[in-house]
T-cell receptor, first 112, second 114 residues
Framework: GQNIDQPTEMTATEGAIVQINCTYQ??????LFWYQQHAGEAPTFLSY????GLEEKGRFSSFLSRSKGYSYLLLKELQMKDSASYLC?????????????FGTGTKLQVIP | KAGVTQTPRYLIKTRGQQVTLSCSPI?????VSWYQQTPGQGLQFLFE???????NKGNFPGRFSGRQFSNSRSEMNVSTLELGDSALYLC?????????????FGPGTRLLVL
């Protein structure tokens, strides 16, 4: 089976940097996604990591360490509109099928 | 490019009925994945279709099924609806090539089972 852990809630200040961690346990890792979801809206794709290292996309960066079962999403220069839930999801191979499992999400509140 | 579209956007059904939801992926995308989202369980993976074949499958009962057509449009069917099937059903499309994967979600179909 799979187990994905991420903090339930975080609060950060506008203009600051925040790191949202995600740890996972899986038998056949095949990639990790980060999504942003505003309340009442569909998730929006942020990043997909399949190899170790840091991937940077503007204000957002995502890091992966497969040996440690660990990823983080780094948000720089926080803006009020970044207040949302951030979902970590892992794709793995189990029983002949690839499965995508989502964490329960981290609700980020950005305050002035 | 048009985004992922889902129809209908809202649906009310009663227990025991069946329902079919539709998803049209972004043009050129061959992979369509379906998810169920509920407040209690979060986002759960149902299945993925690629080139008309079910490539990935989550842990849902056989009442949940799907298919994909040659134009990559996909449908999801739920038979013998239960109250617990009330949820937001999301589909996501991607190229399906694996590396540098980018998934785009549609707006979802909100299903209410009474």
């Amino acid at each position: 089976g799979q187990n994905i852990d991420q903090p339930t809630e975080m609060t950060a200040t506008e203009g600051a940097i925040v790191q949202i961690n995600c740890t996972y346990q899986t038998s056949g890792f095949n990639g990790l996604f980060w999504y942003q979801q505003h309340a009442g809206e569909a998730p929006t794709f942020l990043s997909y990591n399949v190899l170790d290292g840091l991937e940077e996309k503007g204000r957002f960066s995502s890091f992966l360490s497969r040996s440690k079962g660990y990823s983080y999403l780094l948000l720089k220069e926080l803006q009020m509109k970044d207040s949302a839930s951030y979902l970590c999801a892992v794709r793995d191979r189990a029983g002949g099928y690839q499965k995508v499992t989502f964490g329960t999400g981290t609700k980020l509140q950005v305050i002035p | 490019k048009a985004g992922v579209t889902q129809t209908p956007r809202y649906l009310i059904k009663t227990r025991g009925q069946q329902v079919t939801l539709s998803c049209s992926p972004i043009s050129g995308h061959r992979s369509v994945s379906w998810y169920q989202q509920t407040p209690g369980q979060g986002l759960q993976f149902l299945f993925e279709y690629f080139s008309e074949t079910q490539r990935n499958k989550g842990n849902f009962p056989g009442r949940f099924s799907g298919r994909q057509f040659s134009n990559s449009r996909s449908e999801m069917n739920v038979s013998t609806l239960e109250l617990g099937d009330s949820a937001l059903y999301l589909c996501a499309s991607s190229l399906g090539t694996g590396m540098q994967e980018t998934q785009y979600f549609g707006p979802g179909t909100r299903l209410l089972v009474l």
